[in-house]
């Protein structure tokens, strides 16, 4: 199976600044990557899929890059919904696989 | 909108069978773009997929847990199950069910339930 690595763990970030999340697959998923956003208490949202393309709704601030085994989750601006976990999914292959998140809180 | 709700019993024993249902509304379950499956989360843990079924019955599993679990569809009553057999506090998590878009994109997410393995 394919292990996803998420980093960092923890990101504590201000208000309105942009943060950067990575994910690490351990062989090649061509550009089958998808990011969700977890809320405390609710149930996870599919924000990216495709490596790069965001999902109905998701607003213009989130963008994910990469391809291959490395990939990038960005929110370029923070606002107070976002502070959130955050995880990314191989769709390359059975079985699926996800990171072990990263916990973007407020600085 | 599809919507998907889970349902079933909050504690079960160790050793015995878990058997979770998951409801579809704001859709046919026998939409051909759609798989049907189910995600957990231990407290405090990331996210596991157990498996997904397709409204024919097809069905795959994750492998860590194939042994263990059996899918179905009801088409008549537009829901799918999932039973995990020989429970053990280890699977002890939040249980999410959720339509998969191309067999591959967890898209609607149920709001979770948690199922306590416990004596």
């Known amino acids: 199976e394919i292990v996803m690595t998420q980093s960092p763990a923890t990101l504590s970030v201000s208000p309105g600044e942009r943060a950067t999340l990575s994910c690490r697959a351990s062989?090649?998923?061509?550009?089958?990557l998808a990011w969700y956003q977890q809320r405390p208490g609710q149930a996870p949202r599919l924000l990216i899929y495709g490596a790069s393309t965001r999902a109905t709704g998701i607003p213009a601030r989130f963008s994910g890059s990469g391809s291959g085994t490395e990939f990038t989750l960005t929110i370029s601006s923070l606002q107070s919904d976002d502070f959130a976990v955050y995880y990314c999914?191989?769709?390359?292959?059975?079985?699926?696989?996800f990171g072990q998140g990263t916990k973007v809180e407020i600085k | 909108q599809l919507q998907v709700q889970e349902s079933g019993p909050g504690l079960v024993k160790p050793s015995e069978t878990l058997s979770l249902t998951c409801t579809v509304s704001?859709?046919?379950?026998?939409?051909?773009?759609?798989?049907w499956g189910w995600i957990r989360q231990p407290p405090g843990k990331g996210l596991e997929w157990i498996g997904s079924?397709?409204?024919?019955?097809?069905?795959y599993y994750n492998p860590s847990l194939n042994s263990r679990v059996t899918m179905s569809v009801d088409t008549s009553k537009n829901l799918f199950s999932l039973r995990l057999s020989s429970m053990t506090a280890a699977d002890t998590a939040v249980y999410f069910c959720a339509s998969v878009y191309g067999n591959t994109l967890f898209e609607y997410w149920g709001q979770g339930t948690l199922v306590t393995v416990s004596s």
């Open positions: 079924v397709f409204y024919s019955g097809s069905a």
């Open positions: 704001g859709g046919s379950i026998s939409s051909s773009s759609y798989y």
């Open positions: 062989q090649s998923v061509s550009s089958n």
């Open positions: 999914q191989h769709h390359s292959n059975w079985p699926w696989t």
